[in-house]
């Protein structure tokens, strides 16, 4: 089931209303798809409420507002190397915060104290549960669904600075979308990320180092996730730098692709 965050557009009665809903038809046919209103937040109760709006009439929206994010830093071996560093002993974690969360379409802002900014594919991980200290077999029970994110990242700013805060925190830096899959195998799916439709990474969640049960295993050791928490897990090989005016699009199998354009921060 694919949940979307969306607001109404323009010439409905319900313009500018924003409400959660179940996306049906095919994502490769958007004159197809269709979005049957939610009467509440899906992690609480699937109920409809009885609208549907056709995909042109909606502007989809970042598919959660977390609390907190959780990132996981070189859990794929080639990206690690490719930066010339190892992988680390236990899993590498850092924040990003909530104003960094952008939807599909909308824009990253390129930071004015960087000159090397670089998008990199992950899957995301939507929290459906409290869960602390979560035992490895009972991780599902407290996993939502599963979403495209791109953790961009000021290269520049995170090698200078040594911490990650404002390398990988600033406006803008974490678009999610464009909806959330909760029926997905996510052992082994297709990431990739594009430039201007150029390829820039490929890789498969089957090479992370750690896989997600074991990651939310060690990240709920030391906190409690909260339904609508979003967990990163770490980016295949290929980063590079992007520009004022490029598109990224990063897109995962079974789930779809978020698009943004790059815009100089106003």
């Known amino acids: 089931m694919r ?4 607001s109404v557009r323009e010439g409905s009665p319900a313009a500018g209303s924003v409400s959660f809903g179940v996306v049906e038809g095919d994502p490769s046919q958007p004159e197809s798809l269709v979005v049957h209103a939610l009467a ?3 992690i609480v109760s699937m109920q409809l409420s009885g609208e549907s709006y056709r995909m042109e009439d909606i502007r989809l929206l970042a598919p959660i507002l977390p609390n907190k994010i959780v990132a996981v830093g070189r859990n794929y071996a080639a990206h690690a190397a490719e930066l010339g560093n190892e992988v680390p002993a236990v899993p590498l974690t850092f924040f990003k915060p909530s104003t960094a969360v952008i939807g599909p379409t909308e824009s990253i802002a390129y930071p004015p104290f960087s000159s090397d900014v670089q998008p990199e594919a992950e899957l995301a991980v939507v929290i459906g549960r409290m869960g602390r200290e979560v035992p490895l077999e009972r991780v599902p029970e407290i996993v939502f669904g599963y979403t495209c994110a791109n953790d961009v990242t000021a290269r520049d700013v995170q090698q200078r600075e040594g911490q990650w805060a404002r390398a990988k925190g ?3 830096s974490c678009p999610l979308g464009p909806w959330i ?3 997905l195998d996510p052992s082994d799916l297709a990431i990739t990320c594009t ?3 150029d390829l820039r990474q490929t890789g498969r969640t089957s090479l992370m180092v750690r896989s997600i049960a074991e990651l939310i295993v060690h990240i709920s050791e ?3 996730l909260l339904p609508g928490d979003v967990i990163l897990t770490g980016t295949p090989a290929g980063v590079g730098p992007i520009n004022v005016g490029d598109e990224v699009a ?3 199998e079974g789930i779809g692709t978020l698009t943004n354009k790059v815009i100089k921060r106003g």
């Not at 949940?3 to 969306?6: E, S, V």
Request: glycine share 10%; proline share 5%.
């Open 181 to 183: 899959e909760t029926e």
């Open 40 to 42: 509440g937040h899906p």
């Open 195 to 197: 430039v201007n439709g």
């Open 222 to 224: 030391a906190m409690t």
């Open 170 to 172: 600033f406006d803008t």
């Open 3 to 6: 949940i979307a965050r969306f």
């Open 250 to 252: 990063v897109s995962i």
